[in-house]
Nanobody
Framework: QVQLVESGGGQVQAGGSLTLSCVAS????????LRWFRQAPGNQRELVAA???????NYADSVKGRFTISRDNAKNTGSLLMNNLKPEDTAVYYC??????????????????WGQGTQVTVSS
């Protein structure tokens, strides 16, 4: 299997910045696309940003111009730079990735994985 681990969450004042990281481990051939979701208590999980293998990106309207998603293929990592944070951004943020990998056999597999989440709290 593949494991995704998020880090970088914390508490920040409105207008501040945080950078989230997502580290993928395993016998990874390729991360086909990487996405960040977030979920506040009582709300549905929503897509925040996505990046594909070619580096093309898209963002939710609510974060466009403030957040930047990136990836480092050599290190199997992804990042989400969050600038000008607002209280409405408070949520648990999850890394999600579609990964081609090897697990206990020489056959290549492809599956979607989720990280455990990291809390982001923005005070007013």
């Amino acid at each position: 299997q593949v494991q995704l681990v998020e880090s970088g969450g914390g508490q920040v004042q409105a207008g501040g910045s945080l950078t989230l990281s997502c580290v993928a481990s395993g016998r990874i051939e390729n991360i086909n696309f990487l996405r960040w979701f977030r979920q506040a208590p009582g709300n549905q999980r929503e897509l925040v940003a996505a990046i594909n293998s070619g580096g093309s990106t898209n963002y939710a309207d609510s974060v466009k111009g403030r957040f930047t998603i990136s990836r480092d293929n050599a290190k199997n990592t992804g990042s989400l730079l969050m600038n000008n944070l607002k209280p409405e951004d408070t949520a648990v943020y999850y890394c999600n990735a579609d990964v081609s990998y090897y697990s206990g056999s020489p056959l290549l597999r492809r599956w979607e994985f989720w990280g455990q989440g990291t809390q982001v709290t923005v005070s007013s």
